[in-house]
């Protein structure tokens, strides 16, 4: 377990991690001249059972609050210090707010310089941190009154965190979560390389593993990716072979391009799977009650996350205004790619970096940059903002569309497979998607009644084409989304496939009588020459059928799916269009300022008038699209008219 101290400058921070480990933070030479504290520092305690027992000691001063927030971003108990001579002061206020707003609820305060005061003094302080503590997650804390001259309650302390220790390693479970390290420090040794420091945030790593370095915070990088290997782990100043969830560890990479001048603070070591970074994140923030004016929109911040810090704008989705005091629902959006996850705490500074102003939690780090205010995007966010991961995820799974791609859910969550599976085991899968049975049965209903509907309305026709059946549903899911629920469907025998159409399995239908024999009489005519198929009229001389029949009955037929009238009297077989749409589509690849009729006609041999027609029955559907005398690709023809386009 990691301890992060927190407290305002000389209030003792550094002397109480000396007297409770034996270990001077305090490293750099300037430290130790001055007398303050710089930058972080660390020690450990070994645990009686095994494990350890880590300090990460924090400056306190007011300019360094930056460095504070590196520190804290990764610890899992707060021992807020607090001079007993001194008592609360602005950087005591400060560091509770970010522990605070970093989530931390776990956390002891250590009420030191109790040898510099009276009793009634130490009890006025006490009584003066009880009362700051109230509104905070560390409400009733223990307070330990201590002196790290005398070794005044130092005994009693280290036992208490020892304990607490004790307990979090005795709970770890790192099985679920792919690994991830916050880097709060890089430097070369002699002999060994590169190394690099940090808090092992998520997951696990061993000596050994391919890793990903993402560059780009305080240190030299410009948002590369690095590929690397781990030569060999310490932790605890001792070589190990695995670090895990709450260890600080450091790390001795090794691959190309990797070294101490492209690595620093706010820099990511992670899984090679779980490198995605992101721009754009959803969030539940909350503005502090000391801020004396509400957060509006489009508003500049500067974002901590892990041990880095970006520039961001807030666009406020819900409420419009954020009061302080309130919360709300924001999109952040960052002038660098950070790689946020699903839970991830944030703070929120002001850009001269003077104050905090909010914190929060990352719901969705895959924010849209149009429509993020709609009911059912808002709907998901508030589902999202659940306390615990199960929760949010079944939540998120609750609202539409219902599925939910699995390899967005890992990435966009840091979850390895059995995580998720551990998380929502009654989720179902449908294709590469997941969904809850209860929405999944409700989408499988929607689509019988709709197939059903059809063919009561049209008993001749095969069925409906996928398209059709999706805007036949309540719910307008997005085509990857309806794509993995028609496999479901089909695999759970609400529907069959038949050709390029879906029907109910019960339903048997077809043409028969007249509509047959003419199908039979005049499919051999549209398959003959299928870009060049003869006028309606032409194929009821061909036949000996009379005109007004032989038009009634391919209005049936393109009703069932069979023929696309493409202009008044010219039906084309629908495999034929299909087949031409994607002519039309390599013709845009090939030639992306457009193409025009001619080169069309050529491709498809139909013709110049025909050509023509096809093309604007092609421009009407939006499966091309016309500027001026060129066209280029536009919606994707299958989906248009269902099936696969030949050679597509």
Known sequence: MIVGTAGHIDHGKTSLVRALTGIDTDRLPEERARGITLDLGFAYVPLPGGGVLGFVDVPGHERLVHTMIAGASSIGMALLVVAADDGVMPQTREHLQI??????????????????????????????????LEETPLAGAEVFPVSPVTGAGIAALRTRLLADAAREAARRD?????????????????????IVTGSVLAGAVRA?????????????????ALRARVRGIHSANRAVERAIAGDRCALNLAGPGIGKEAIGRGDWVVD???????????????????ERAALRHWTPVLLHHGAGQAAARVVLLAPETLRPGEDGLAQLVLDRPLPLRHGDRLVLRDTSASRTIAGGRVLDPRAPERHRRRPARLAALRALTAGDRATALRGLLAEPPFLVPRAVLLADWGLAASGLAALVPEAIAAADHLALPGPL????????????????????????????????????????????????????????????????????GGLAGEEARLWDAIRPLLAEAPHRPPLLREMATAIAAPEVALRRACKGYARAGLVLEVAPDRFFLREAVLEMAGIAHALSAELPEGFSAAQFRDRTGSGRQLAIAV??????????????????????????????????
């Open 615 to 648: 093309l604007d029955y092609l421009d009407r559907r939006g499966v091309t699209v016309r500027r001026g005398d060129l066209r280029r690709a536009g919606r994707d023809p299958a989906a248009v008219f269902g099936g696969a386009v030949p050679g597509g």
């Open 208 to 224: 050994g593993d391919a890793v990903l370095l993402l560059c780009g915070g305080q240190g030299g990088g410009h948002g590369d």
């Open 174 to 194: 790192v099985e679920h979560d792919v690994f991830r390290l916050a880097v709060d420090r890089s430097f070369s040794l002699a002999g060994a390389g590169t």
């Open 441 to 508: 049965a409700a989408l499988a209903r929607d689509a019988a009644a709709a197939l059903g509907a059809f063919h009561a309305a049209q008993p001749a026709a095969g069925g409906m084409t996928a398209e059709a059946l999706r805007l036949a549903l309540p719910t307008r899911l997005p085509k990857p989304a309806f794509a993995a629920l028609l496999a479901y469907l089909v695999q759970a025998g609400v529907a069959a496939t038949e050709a390029h159409l879906l029907r109910d399995p019960a339903h048997r």
């Open 99 to 132: 522990l605070s707003l970093l989530g931390l609820d776990r956390g002891v305060v250590a009420l030191t310089k109790t040898d510099l005061v009276d009793a009634d003094r130490a009890v006025e302080v006490q009584l003066d941190i009880e009362a700051l």
């Open 272 to 290: 090679p799977a779980a490198g995605a970074t992101t721009r754009r994140a959803d969030a539940r923030l909350h503005l502090l009650p000391t």
